[in-house]
């Protein structure tokens, strides 16, 4: 259940909340300290979370790849990321169990981190900008576990309330139009990091379908750091 320990549902909600909130109260500080605290609180600190389209900077923030997943700059692009992956990622723990959530939501992120560089240098229209753009959120990851969730049961019903219930299908198609209607047509990268998180949890089901599956060595890696920090 959401409240259990080690709930893989708890800790990216909470990691993405206190990232949030943490961010904001540095925030707050930087822009009650000088006029120029906003664009200094940028620089100093939002850009070393936020994902760089820029080759050369990524390079020297290689860490950016992780962070950006579990990073928001408004309170509302933070709910309504919470909320569906409260909703997709409650029944995916339903099916596969605890331990597949994470690893789906880190491929995912990482995919779609992989994907918005790459397209930011090589599509013509976004190139000339590459030295401006970056990305933070947890859309691509989220995505991933929509389309993941989505495989293991298209059928599953929400809401069985209303007429026997909403397929877990509909709903995906709800929040695949939703995510890509608020990114807006000319942002090529981040629809492309987008659609690259989704394709991320389709391969990890479809792994797991035919008898592999790719979040072994998560779990093994997991396994041994708490096996190590346990007295």
């Known amino acids: 259940m959401l409240g259990e320990d080690n709930n ?51 390079l020297t923030r290689p860490w950016t790849s992780t962070t950006y997943m579990f990073s928001h700059d408004n309170l ?20 596969a169990g605890n331990n597949k959530l994470f690893p789906i ?16 240098n090589l599509l013509p229209s976004l190139h000339s900008q590459v030295s401006f753009i970056s990305q933070t959120g947890a859309a691509a990851p989220v995505l991933a576990v929509a389309i993941a969730t989505t495989m293991l049961a298209p059928d ?6 209303l007429n026997g219930g909403i397929p877990l299908w509909i709903v995906t198609i709800i929040f695949v139009a939703i995510d890509f209607g608020t990114i807006g047509i000319v942002n090529g990268a981040v629809i492309l990091s987008h659609i690259a998180g989704g394709f991320a949890g389709f391969i990890f089901v ?21 096996d190590v920090s346990t007295p």
């Open 8 to 58: 893989a549902l708890t800790w990216l909600v909470i990691i993405n909340s206190v990232i949030f909130v943490a961010l904001l109260f540095i925030k707050l500080v930087y822009q009650m300290s000088s006029d120029t605290g906003l664009q200094s609180f940028q620089t100093y600190i939002a850009d070393w979370f936020a994902l760089p389209a820029e080759g050369h900077k990524f």
């Open 156 to 161: 599953y019903r929400i809401f069985q309330m």
């Open 105 to 120: 939501y880190l491929y995912g992120g990482l995919a779609g981190g992989i994907i918005f560089i790459a397209s930011a």
């Open 206 to 226: 479809q792994q797991l379908s035919e008898g592999r599956d790719p979040g072994l060595s998560l779990y093994k890696s997991a396994n041994w750091v708490h």
């Open 76 to 95: 509302w692009y933070l709910i309504s990321s919470l909320l569906w992956l409260w909703c997709f990622g409650y029944i995916l723990q339903d099916l």
